[in-house]
Every structure is written in C-alpha cells, then in structure tokens.
C-alpha cells in the first residue's frame, strides 16, 4: 500500500461521507436530499467523492438515478460496486490506484470516463459502452501502441486522451492512432487537423483499403523492416513465380497430355527448346521486377526519412520557442510578485498577456509552415511514386518486352510448332512409316485425330490463361499498392 495511506486511514463510502459530500457541493439544497435523519438517496444525481483517500468502491447500490460521480484523487485499486449506477453519464475515477478496466458492463449511458493516472496496462472491457464519446486514459502503463485498434468498437468515441503513456514516445503515434480512430476530434488535448486526416488517406492510394489497413505499415517501416528476404522479398516485388523455370514448370503443371507426347522423339526435341527462351524471358522480368522493387522501397525509405526530419525540427523549434516563454513568464511572475504599486503589477500582468498572445501566434505560424511542408513531401512523393509505378506497368503491358518477343507469342510459335509436329506424326502413322514402337498410352492419344488436336488446343488455351493470369496478379498488385 502507499506511503500515503501509512499516515492517513482509508475511508469507506458511507451515510457520512454522502452527506458531507452533499453539503459541500450544495448546502442551500441539503434538506432537499434529507428525509429526516436519512439521505433520500434516488434524488441524488451528482455526487463528487474526490480526495477523501477512499480505498474502495461500495454502497452504491442505492443511487440509482446517479448520472455523475467524481472518485477521483482517492486511492482506489478496483473498479467495482457500480453495477447499479445504469443512468451514469459521467464517471471520474483518474488519479487512483487502478490496475484493470473492469466492472463497466452496466453502464451502457456512459459518455465519458476519466482513468487518467493509473497503472492501467490494456485498454480492455469496454464493449458495452456504445456511448462513450470522451475517454482519458493518459499517465498509465499502456505499452503496446495496437491495442489502440480496441477503442475502434466504440463508434461514438470523438475525444481521447493517450498522452503520458510509454507508447506515446514512438515515432508514428499520432499517425497510427488517428489512423485507426478516424472518428477521433480531438486527441491528447488537440485537434485532430484536416491536413493530417488528408494525409492519411492519401495512403490509401488506389488500393481502396481502409487508412488504417494502410498505417498499419508505418511502425515496421520506422524500424526498418524494408530489407526483406527470399520469397517474401519477391512478394513485395510482384515477382513470384518468374525466377528459374518456376513459370515454365507452372504452365505444364498436370497437363497429362504433354507428359505422353513427350516421349515422341520429335515432341521431347521440341520440348527441350521451349523452356530455354522461356526461362530466359522469365529471368530477365525476374530481374527487372526487384530493380523496380528497389526503386519503390528507396523512394519509400527517403520518403519516410524527411518526413522524420520535418516533424523533428517543427517539434525542436516548438520546444524552443516554449522554453523561452516559460522562462520570461517565470520572470514576469517574479516582478508581479515584487510590484511595489497595483498599476505595475497591472502592467506586468498586461505584458504577460501579450507574450501568451506571441506565444500562441508563433505556434500557430510554426503549425501552418509544418502542413505545408507535408503537402509539398507528399506531392513529391505521389509524382516520384506514378512515374515509377506506371513505368512498371507500361512494362508488363507489354507482356514482356524483353528480346523483341512476346511471352504470348513464345507460346503461339510453340503450339504452331507442336502441331505441326503432331500432324506430321500421325500423317507417318497412317502410311505406316512410323518406325519406332510407341507406348501403348501414346498409341491410344494418336488413334483419333481430333481427340488429339482438341487435346493439344485445350492444353494451349490453359497456358495462355496461366500467362494472363500471371501478367494480371502483377498489374493488380502495383495497382494496389
């Protein structure tokens, strides 16, 4: 238990307590809550508890018409004993002991709560409180920056408070929050500006997710997780699949038919040769797609980099400019103090309003030349990122520009090829000039011809397809991104 309890007994929330409560907060109306010698406690409606070193919520149950109730500064450990309070609309509890949110369920009307100074390490329990609009929570425990993405079920939520919590000193926590609060108004005392919410969903590009599907990159980024490796790397770069004979493998992949006429000396010739040009055409694309890659990320990294660095000097200069006025205004109070007459001590305090009125005009002047530095980076940034972007795509339109072919052409001139060679086999068969024995599987494919050329058609049609398809999951992937 606290030192401060060592020296100072723990109250207890009792007839007492209320009535001295009440008395303090309206002793005019005090026979107007009394009934004799007993507190009619229904027509209670507010009741303010702070700084009587209260240990622990009870005997709450009879105030049930209860809309406001202040425990703040005491130094309670739980929140319990409120079940009752249904029509509660205010409820203060900062300043305490608290550990856990809990034991809220039943207040369903809550509108705003106050945990502020706690040792509160997850924002938890809160599902029932469709009607919370103010929430504080600052000066607690809180570590892990997602457990933020909580409060999202709160759809009445305008007004939060996070400052003086560890998480708060990372990097893109304003960003992060924001992003998954859109609703938010007001956040750690400020408002939530345009000029940020603008920027954030100018994150979203045209991938059509949400801004905070889109944030949910911004702390990896900070803490450099660009260098990324093996097949996620080929992923993030849309070239899965391209590298070695992936591809080629990929197109005749369960295609039985191919696999039998593969064994005809003829075919197998023309089999070999195929993978080669395809192979080489998929390494060149391979390679292509992880020096646009690199591309992409750098300009990402270099994005990311002056954004740090504009956000830095307007919060060095903030501070700066604060200090300075903290510094005078501690001076102007000290002459205050000393003023020999009323009329200096008037002057003195007549300054002080004007340095508050500099103060703020600065701040403000600081404030609109940071926005405008974030929209000329983020125009930058949208030019460098179309240019690279649509380069990429003018590129893999061309299904694939390398060696002045076309991959859909590599594969027409084989299926040509092949069936010729296929025609040419069984025109040898008919005429009996076929000299070597065949399978009995290829026998049985080559006794009907058009079995055998809708067989070979039908396997053309499907490579076409597994071309486009892999043409079109990397435009929709630089689209998306």
């Given at each position: 238990m606290s030192q401060f309890l060592s020296s100072i007994e723990p109250n207890?929330?009792?007839?007492?307590?209320?009535?001295?409560?009440?008395?303090?907060?309206?002793?005019?109306?005090?026979?107007?809550f009394a009934r004799g010698e007993n507190i009619n406690f229904k027509v209670v409606t507010e009741l303010q508890l702070s700084f009587k070193?209260?240990?622990?919520?009870?005997?709450?149950?009879p105030f049930e018409n209860l809309t406001k109730l202040q425990l703040d500064n005491n130094v309670i450990e739980k929140i319990e004993g409120l079940e009752s309070l249904v029509h509660l609309v205010w409820l203060d509890l900062s300043f305490n002991s608290i550990e856990v949110i809990e034991g809220l369920d039943t207040l369903v009307k809550l509108q705003d709560l106050s945990l502020y100074s706690n040792r509160i390490s997850k924002i938890e329990h809160m599902d029932t409180l469709q009607e919370l609009q103010i929430f504080s929570?600052?000066?607690?425990?809180?570590?892990?920056?997602?457990?933020v993405g909580y409060l999202r079920r709160l759809k009445n939520l305008k007004t939060l408070n996070l400052s003086g919590n560890p998480f708060c000193k990372k990097e893109h926590y304003t960003l992060f929050v924001v992003a998954h609060l859109p609703g938010l108004v007001y956040l750690d005392f400020k408002l939530v500006r345009d000029s940020t919410v603008r920027f954030l969903h100018s994150l979203t590009g045209k991938s059509g997710n949400s801004i905070s599907q889109s944030l949910c990159f911004v702390p990896a980024l900070g803490a450099g997780s660009l260098q990324k490796s093996g097949s996620q790397k080929h992923a993030t770069a849309f070239v899965e699949y391209l590298n070695g004979s992936l591809l080629f493998d990929s197109l005749y992949a369960e295609d039985t038919e191919a696999?039998?006429?593969?064994?005809?000396?003829?075919?197998?010739?023309?089999?070999?040769?195929?993978?080669?040009?395809?192979?080489?055409?998929?390494?060149?694309?391979?390679?292509?797609?992880l020096e646009e890659y690199e591309k992409r990320e750098a300009e990402v990294s270099k994005f990311y980099k002056r954004l740090h660095e504009?956000?830095?000097?307007?919060?060095?200069?903030?501070?700066?400019?604060?200090?300075?006025?903290?510094?005078?205004?501690?001076?102007?109070?000290?002459?205050?103090?000393?003023?020999?007459?009323g009329d200096i001590a008037e002057s003195k305090r007549a300054q002080g309003k004007e340095e508050v009125l500099q103060l703020w005009d600065a701040l403000m002047t600081l404030e609109t030349l940071v926005s405008n530095d974030l929209e000329e980076l983020l125009q930058n940034f949208k030019r460098s990122i179309d240019v690279i972007a649509s380069t990429f795509i003018e590129n893999i339109q061309g299904i694939y520009p390398f060696h002045s072919v076309h991959?859909?052409?590599?594969?027409?001139?084989?299926?040509?090829?092949?069936?010729?060679?296929?025609i040419a086999i069984l025109k040898k068969l008919d005429e009996g000039e076929l000299e070597e024995d065949l399978p009995n599987d290829v026998q049985k494919l080559l006794m009907d011809k058009t079995s055998i050329v809708n067989a070979i058609n039908v396997s053309h049609s499907i490579r076409l397809r597994k071309i486009d398809k892999r043409e079109s999951d990397m435009l929709c992937n630089i689209y998306q991104w």
């Open positions: 207890i929330i009792d007839d007492e307590l209320v009535r001295k409560a009440i008395e303090e907060k309206c002793p005019e109306n005090l026979g107007d070193c209260i240990l622990q919520i009870n005997n709450m149950w929570v600052g000066n607690n425990n809180l570590t892990v920056l997602e457990d696999a039998k006429l593969a064994s005809l000396p003829e075919v197998g010739d023309l089999l070999q040769a195929y993978p080669s040009w395809i192979v080489s055409l998929s390494e060149n694309l391979y390679n292509y797609g504009i956000l830095t000097v307007n919060q060095q200069e903030s501070k700066r400019i604060i200090t300075e006025f903290e510094i005078q205004n501690q001076v102007r109070l000290d002459e205050i103090c000393q003023a020999s007459s991959c859909r052409d590599l594969e027409n001139q084989h299926h040509e090829k092949l069936m010729e060679t296929i």
